[in-house]
């Protein structure tokens, strides 16, 4: 028979300090470990929640929005990751390590279709813990809301799919705590895009007001942040969350090592475009993961330059040829994408640079420090895969705006 304090230990490790009700004889505990194996589908975060979203809402199903809100101290996941949950207990997404996942699958069990909750995790682990080896690692805190998503009602993932397709950033407003005797309801209720705000939920105006003068500056500041807003009945917090518009990486060149390029790209959520400049059918085929495949000649890329880029955007030159790559970069160089890595010994790119020099493509306009050249992060990689990982983790650092060096020689927190 199972100890029951090992019992509460190892419920421990899997829902945080989370407090939940035991049975005197223990078999509460243990049906609910027993149903730790609920089914989790392949998780790719807002890519694979907006598919797996739309196909439920085609269905005219309902479903559950797990969003972190809040965090303290070191957590797994930062504000802003999110979990969908169906109706059949199945998840996509991850807002943990997976240490959380079940328990907010068991919650959603107990809720209605109209409920929205919040919960909050303490993860910080104790002496005890640490002894029986049931420690989380992640000394921190996390906020997690949970709210239903209707059918037939607009919702924050209708809007992520909206700004997903048309590439456009975009600020929700969660509220996610009250205090007082307002009755304001928690959950989503406003998302701003460039071009227009939507409401969920119809609540006091002059807080709404406040929340979309609040959400503009995020919208220009790129940051997200926690508002308090002060009300006669009492107080609300709001998550001011920004969603960056999904990074994009061209790839021009469709030889067999741009394939793991491709692959590993849309793994990780990025919207890849790949640019054939052979004009080989066969290149749909090989790069069938991804978003788009464009058959081109050299000679056209200039008058085609301006909607084969999307911004902000990465761009890798990879075309084996020398004429091509020297053609892709007269039309790349003038354009203000913040990232061009090019493939081959770094000569080949300065005589590159060279002869558009001497074209007059070159000159002081001219940003060559986002040129990249050769590519890749110094990780001693000499196959297609691992040189697919330098590629895509070189251009992660760049657009992070980190180093690209080891965390253990960082001095400052991981996250802002």
Not at 43 to 54: R, T, V
Not at 306 to 324: F, G, R
Not at 368 to 396: M, R, Y
Request: net charge negative; charged share 20%.
């Amino acid at each position: 028979m199972l100890n029951q304090k090992r019992i509460v230990l190892a419920l421990r490790f899997c829902l945080g300090r989370y407090s939940i009700a035991l049975d005197s004889d223990g078999i509460k505990p243990l049906s609910l470990l027993a149903r730790l194996a609920t089914q989790v589908l392949p998780m790719k975060d807002l890519p694979a929640i907006l598919e797996s979203y739309q196909a439920i809402h085609q269905r005219g199903e309902a479903a559950f929005l797990a969003t972190v809100v809040k965090t303290q101290g070191s957590t797994y996941r930062r504000s802003g990751a999110r979990m969908l949950i169906t109706q059949a207990s199945e998840t996509v997404g991850m807002v943990s390590g997976g240490c959380l996942e079940q328990d907010l699958v068991e919650h959603t069990r107990q809720m209605s279709l109209s409920d929205a909750i919040a919960i909050t995790y303490d993860n910080t682990a104790d002496q005890e813990d640490l002894l029986w080896g049931l420690g989380l690692g992640c000394n921190g805190v996390v906020q997690v809301l949970i709210e239903s998503l209707l059918p037939h009602a607009c919702n924050p993932l209708i809007v992520l799919a909206e700004c997903w397709r048309d590439r456009s950033p975009a600020v929700l407003a969660n509220i996610f705590q009250t205090e007082g005797t307002t009755t304001i309801k928690l959950g989503a209720c406003l998302a701003l895009t460039p071009d227009k705000v939507m409401v969920f939920e119809q609540t006091h105006a002059d807080l709404i007001t406040a929340i979309a003068a609040d959400a503009q500056a995020v919208l220009q500041r790129q940051q997200s942040t926690i508002q308090s807003y002060n009300l006669v009945t009492g107080t609300v917090q709001v998550f001011l969350e920004y969603v960056s518009a999904p990074t994009a990486l061209t790839l021009f060149g469709a030889g067999q090592d741009a394939i793991p390029v491709a692959r590993l790209a849309k793994a990780i959520g990025w919207q890849v475009t790949v640019i054939d400049c052979r004009a080989n059918p066969v290149s749909h085929a090989h790069f069938a993961m991804a978003d788009q495949v464009i058959l081109t000649r050299r000679e056209q890329l200039l008058p085609l330059d301006c909607h084969l880029i999307k911004q902000p955007s990465a761009v890798v030159v990879m075309t084996h040829n020398y004429l091509d790559d020297r053609e892709v970069l007269r039309a790349l160089l003038p354009l203000p994408v913040p990232y061009i890595g090019i493939l081959g010994p770094k000569r080949r790119t300065e005589r590159l640079l060279q002869d558009l020099q001497a074209d007059g493509v070159v000159d002081r306009t001219v940003d060559l420090e986002k040129l990249h050249a050769p590519i890749g992060l110094d990780i001693g990689a000499d196959t297609p895969e691992a040189i697919a990982v330098a590629i895509v983790a070189e251009i992660q650092a760049v657009l992070a705006q980190r180093m690209g060096g080891f965390l253990k020689h960082r001095s400052m927190p991981i996250h802002p």
